[in-house]
């Protein structure tokens, strides 16, 4: 099966910055969208930033202009660049990648990331 490995994750200050990869073990085929994902202690897990297989980019409001998505030409590897982090930014970060089955679409995840703003 396909594993999805998470790497950047760690401890940072507030107002430094972090950069998160996530890199598929094999080539991806009937790519929809590649994103990350975070979850803190309470809270639902809720979409960070996305992007999709033609290159259009989506991000949750509080994230805009800080965090930045992007891939690598192969779609192999997606990449999550955080600037300006706050100690709102402190949760599990999970890597995700949309396919298409002929069941359906299916999803794969990371194993997850710690990420820890300090203040």
């Known amino acids: 099966q396909v594993q999805l490995v998470e790497s950047g994750g760690g401890l940072v200050q507030a107002g430094g910055s972090l950069s998160l990869s996530c890199t598929a073990s094999?080539?991806?085929?009937?790519?929809?969208?590649m994103g990350w994902y975070r979850q803190a202690p309470g809270k639902q897990r809720e979409l960070v930033a996305s992007?999709?297989?033609?290159?259009?980019?989506n991000y949750a409001d509080c994230v805009k202009g800080r965090l930045t998505i992007f891939r690598d030409n192969s779609q192999n590897t997606v990449y999550l660049q955080m600037n300006r982090l706050t100690s709102d930014d402190t949760a599990v970060y999970y890597c995700?990648?949309?396919?298409?089955?002929?069941?359906?679409?299916?999803?794969?995840w990371g194993q997850g990331t710690q990420v820890t703003v300090s203040s």
């Open positions: 995700n990648v949309q396919t298409f089955q002929s069941f359906g679409n299916f999803d794969y």
């Open positions: 094999r080539s991806l085929i009937s790519i929809n969208s």
């Open positions: 992007i999709t297989s033609r290159g259009s980019k």
